[in-house]
């Protein structure tokens, strides 16, 4: 059984942020090619990131035989994306004094 988890917890590990960049990258991808992509860890514990990432729905697994192939599902970063946008004002206020600071320097 998967356990529910959300958006923001699964894509707090980069293991599963690398996981989720794989699959971006490559679309429906084969449970042992993903572990490929990772050889410094143990196939058991790519399996244990892929569960997590299952759980948050930000992969979907379909067993084809004996083979088992994952494919991203990105709607659940849609509550990470609206979290984002909350503090792009406070970045643009940021880089606007950070650019007339610099600018002010130049004319000294």
Do not use: C
């Amino acid at each position: 059984m998967i356990s529910n988890r959300s958006p923001f917890e699964a894509i707090a590990d980069p293991t599963r942020r690398a996981i989720l960049d794989t699959l971006l990258l490559s679309g429906p991808t084969r449970a042992g090619d993903i572990a490929k992509h990772f050889p410094q860890m143990s196939r058991p514990a790519v399996s244990k990131h892929l569960r997590v990432l299952r759980g948050a729905q930000l992969v979907q697994k379909d067993s084809r035989g004996r083979e088992i192939w994952y494919e991203i599902n990105p709607a659940p970063l849609s509550r990470v994306q609206s979290w984002l946008e909350s503090y792009q004002g406070y970045w643009e206020k940021r880089l606007k004094a950070l650019k007339e600071i610099s600018e002010s320097d130049m004319d000294s």
